[in-house]
């Protein structure tokens, strides 16, 4: 198994991550496809339409900066799925213009992020609440992430180190392209260790980092392995990034 993705240039990988607000303007709505605003109109609380909105606008307008294209000329999609072939079911994509940068999208209660680089990328954030850590187990994890959760206290400590599990785990899929399809106990995310850790998914290993936001939220980011650490980490509207910035910065071809 090689131990980089080859098809890629080696740089950094950059997320953008912000607080949801309970509404959203028309001027972010203005921005959202068709597709986007028929979603809106199914969502059932107000919450759950302004996450919809707020997110998908915001990664439009990061990526209008990053392209050099006006946020409005941001057309996003999905590809086919890698393992069915069945098209809009992969992850998230920009149509155009044309690029090589990926991207991946997450939200959770009260927090989003996007995550882009040139090579396959996903990022998952949750948000910390108490879990039914002794049910959720036996299907989620392996022995030793069981043992590790087991020698936790019950409480928050438990909650958040299942948390980091499952952030880990959705990361590289969503990388591969899958999402939450694949046997979750047959993934180790070795939460004893601080990240970057290596995962193995797919065709190649994975580079998963522990991002940096603040509480009550736990987010993971995973690009190939070889790739250069650490992400750039930014929240929306900042100047200031939560990590040092790298050298060399994703570019549009």
Do not use: N
């Amino acid at each position: 198994m090689s131990s980089t993705y080859p098809t890629y240039a080696p740089h950094p990988a950059r997320v953008w991550w912000w607080r949801l607000p309970l509404t959203y303007t028309p001027t972010d709505l203005a921005l959202l496809s068709t597709s986007e605003r028929a979603r809106v109109d199914r969502a059932r609380s107000t919450r759950a339409k302004a996450s919809i909105v707020v997110t998908r606008a915001r990664a439009r307008r990061v990526l209008g900066e990053l392209l050099d294209v006006p946020p409005r000329q941001i057309r996003l999609g999905r590809a086919a799925c890698p393992c069915c072939g069945t098209p809009e079911q992969g992850p998230p994509v920009v149509l155009h213009p044309g690029t090589r940068l990926r991207i991946s999208l997450s939200h959770t209660t009260g927090c989003a992020a996007l995550a882009v680089c040139e090579g396959p990328v996903g990022v998952d954030v949750e948000e910390r609440r108490p879990l039914p850590t002794d049910t959720l187990a036996p299907s989620t994890l392996t022995p030793a992430e069981a043992k590790h959760l087991a020698a936790a206290s019950a409480g928050p400590e438990r909650d958040a180190a299942f948390l980091r599990c499952w952030t880990r785990k959705e990361a590289v899929l969503k990388a591969v392209g899958t999402g939450i399809t694949s046997d979750l106990t047959a993934l180790e995310s070795h939460p004893g260790l601080p990240g970057p850790v290596r995962m193995e998914a797919g065709e190649h290993p994975w580079s998963v980092t522990d991002l940096p936001l603040p509480p009550p939220w736990t987010a993971s980011l995973a690009t190939p392995h070889g790739i250069p650490s650490p992400p750039e980490v930014t929240c929306y509207g900042s100047p200031t990034p939560l990590t040092p910035p790298p050298t060399v910065r994703p570019r549009a071809t």
